[in-house]
Nanobody
Framework: QVQLVESGGGLVQAGGSLRLSCAVSGRTISVYDMVWFRQAPGKERNSVAGITSTGSSTYYADSVKGRFTISRDNAKNTVYLQMNSLKPEDTAVYYC????????WGQGTQVTVSS
């Protein structure tokens, strides 16, 4: 059974940085495009950044472009999200999953950005 464990969230002031990690167990991630999603209270869960299976290509939501960087280490079965210049509107629970969202969701990691 695949397990996704997100970590690295916390409380940070606007303009600060955080690095999120998503450790996957039970299945190799090396053949899957992976995506970071986020969900704010009362809103839908939306993708913010994605990376192809080999890491050769990345894509970002317009709202985070230029501030967030997604990366992966297939040997460690882990996906990362470096978040810089954080804004209050980045406050959400962050999750990772396959691009098709077919794995069961992890617990997510809370990111709170204060103004």
């Amino acid at each position: 059974q695949v397990q996704l464990v997100e970590s690295g969230g916390g409380l940070v002031q606007a303009g600060g940085s955080l690095r999120l990690s998503c450790a996957v167990s039970g299945r190799t991630i090396s053949v899957y495009d992976m995506v970071w999603f986020r969900q704010a209270p009362g809103k839908e869960r939306n993708s913010v950044a994605g990376i192809t299976s080999t890491g050769s290509s990345t894509y970002y939501a317009d709202s985070v472009k230029g501030r967030f960087t997604i990366s992966r280490d297939n040997a460690k079965n882990t996906v990362y999200l470096q978040m810089n210049s954080l804004k209050p509107e980045d406050t959400a629970v962050y999750y990772c999953n396959r691009r098709d969202r077919l794995w069961s969701w992890g617990q997510g990691t809370q990111v709170t950005v204060s103004s």
